[in-house]
């Protein structure tokens, strides 16, 4: 869909999980027809620290980004996507912005003021 709408002259964004394929650079967003990436290739790693398996995955484009493991990732990728879409206002390009949260996938980790929230689940 992104390669679609970048022909027909759409700005793409993708945000968040991509979890589509990295083994080939024909895999990736930004291959895919995205024109930015911002979040991770794999599933699965922590919240915070953005690791899975002992390998760090938090990048933009092609590049690891190294963010301050103290916050949650929907707060990081939510601050990007908010960016995307004030940066673009001023545009002439119509905007696709693919948004994935992480939020589905293990480990379980949620800010603290949500555990105090629902403490009794």
Not at 36 to 53: K, P, T
Request: proline share 3%; charged share 15%.
């Amino acid at each position: 869909m992104a390669e679609k709408l970048r022909n027909a002259g759409y700005a793409t964004h993708a945000v968040g999980k991509w979890h589509l394929g990295f083994c080939n650079k024909k895999y990736l967003p930004t291959s895919r027809g995205f024109d930015h990436h911002y979040g991770f290739w794999l599933g699965a790693q922590g919240y915070y620290s953005h690791i899975r398996d002992h390998g760090y995955d938090l990048r933009s484009d092609l590049n690891i980004v190294h963010a301050d493991n103290r916050t949650y990732s929907s707060d990081l990728f939510g601050y990007q996507a908010g960016n995307i879409i004030s940066n673009h206002r001023k545009s002439k390009k119509p905007l696709f912005l693919y948004f994935a949260f992480q939020s589905v996938h293990t480990p379980l980790q949620v800010p603290i003021h949500y555990q105090k929230m629902y403490s009794n689940v």
